[in-house]
């Protein structure tokens, strides 16, 4: 038996197929993945998130240490609840994780981190933190819950406490607050609209069964990821991992550069990398022929170089099978995939591939 929610039971209750995930025991889905894609691109889904981990920092010297944890600049965030998304790496570029930061206050930010790494983030947070003097608090009591799609925020309105209701619907993307017991942010990992949640565990089971007597539709691990994908979202573990620097998993705009005396952890390698002729490219792919793309195929491009797809699977919005995948430097808009055997026909396409319910791409 794996770790579990505080919505377990409700899952159970809904039928849905539980796996282990990270160790802990998740929904895969409620009976049909597909459905649950559309219900999020169409009007509103549910999802369980409380695996992810969530901290808070404090000290007087909190933000001088993210300056230096995280390759993103917190100096952007100067008003309260604004929300940074970023990665932390490790001295040689590599990605330990990446994560969202709150600030709460100038000594107080917020961290949520990926379920599977919680144990490493939480060692390397609490060895780099401790120079600094910072509090690194694990709030394991606070459940989490995403609720996505065009009518979300619309359906989840009335779990707000109405002096706070207006204020959570004025919110704009990549911003939070606190809303009595609830911290409400407009943030997600689906390419839609809509809010993630976070309040007391004990509070998540009456709020999932108001969230989905509202209307929202219960949605599982399958669906998050395909949504996800088609948002072309990165997946820790597939997309980037310790070994691979956010410049070759498409995650350049999450670096800050300037002010160039800022020595967060591992620039000095990824100054190297940054200019680099031979550095990898991060990109989408549309399969043209009959098949599915699946993690770790491998991509052969003109010339006799090799990459790899890192996430692939099949798209439920365009009816096609689509891929991200790091291949090697150069000019080229064509390539092949490795599938049982045979060499299928790809064609490289600007990422995303669906956003807010809209194809973006030429099918």
């Known amino acids: 038996m794996g770790l579990r929610t505080s919505l377990y039971d409700k899952h159970v209750e809904g039928g849905a197929r539980i796996v282990d995930f990270g160790g802990w025991d998740m929904p895969l889905h409620y009976g049909s993945q597909k459905e ?21 920092l404090s000290g007087d010297r909190t933000r001088e240490f993210l300056q230096r944890l995280v390759a993103n600049d917190v100096a952007k965030l100067k008003d309260y609840g604004k929300a940074l998304y970023t990665c932390m790496l490790n001295p040689a570029g590599g990605v ?15 961290l949520i981190v990926n379920a599977t790494t919680r144990e490493k983030d939480l060692a390397w947070i609490r060895e780099q933190a401790a120079p600094f003097g910072v509090k690194v608090i694990e709030r394991a009591e606070l459940a989490m819950i995403a609720v996505q799609g065009p009518r979300a925020r619309e359906l989840a309105a009335p779990c707000i406490e109405a002096d706070w209701r207006d204020a959570a619907l004025a919110l704009k993307p990549f911003n939070g607050l606190q809303a009595g017991e609830i911290f409400v942010a407009r943030t997600g990992y689906t390419g839609e609209d809509g809010w993630e949640i976070m309040l007391p565990a004990a509070s998540a089971p009456a709020t999932w069964d108001r969230l989905l007597a509202a209307g929202a539709v219960p949605c599982g691990l399958g669906a998050r990821d395909t949504l996800r994908l088609e948002a072309a979202m990165n997946l820790y573990g597939s997309d980037m991992d310790e070994s691979v620097s956010p410049l070759e998993a498409g995650l350049a ?19 190297k990398l940054r200019n680099s002729p031979d550095k ?10 009959r098949g599915v793309l699946r993690n770790r195929q491998k991509v052969v491009v003109g010339g006799g170089g090799e990459g790899e797809i890192t996430s692939g699977g099949f798209s439920p919005t365009l009816g096609r099978s689509i891929a991200l995948a790091r291949l090697p430097a150069g000019e080229y808009d064509r390539a092949q995939v490795e599938v049982r055997g045979k060499l299928l026909d790809v064609r490289i396409v600007k990422t995303p591939f669906v956003r807010n319910g809209k194809i973006l791409i030429d099918v």
């Open 36 to 56: 649950e894609h559309h219900a999020v691109r169409q009007s509103a889904g549910v999802f369980d998130v409380s695996h992810m981990t969530i901290v808070d």
């Open 96 to 110: 330990i994780d990446d994560l969202i930061i709150y600030f709460l206050a100038t000594t107080r930010y917020r």
């Open 253 to 271: 705009w999450t670096v800050a550069w300037e002010p160039a005396d800022r020595d967060f952890i591992g620039r000095q390698p990824m100054e």
């Open 280 to 289: 990898r490219r991060f990109v989408g792919l549309l399969l043209e022929d």
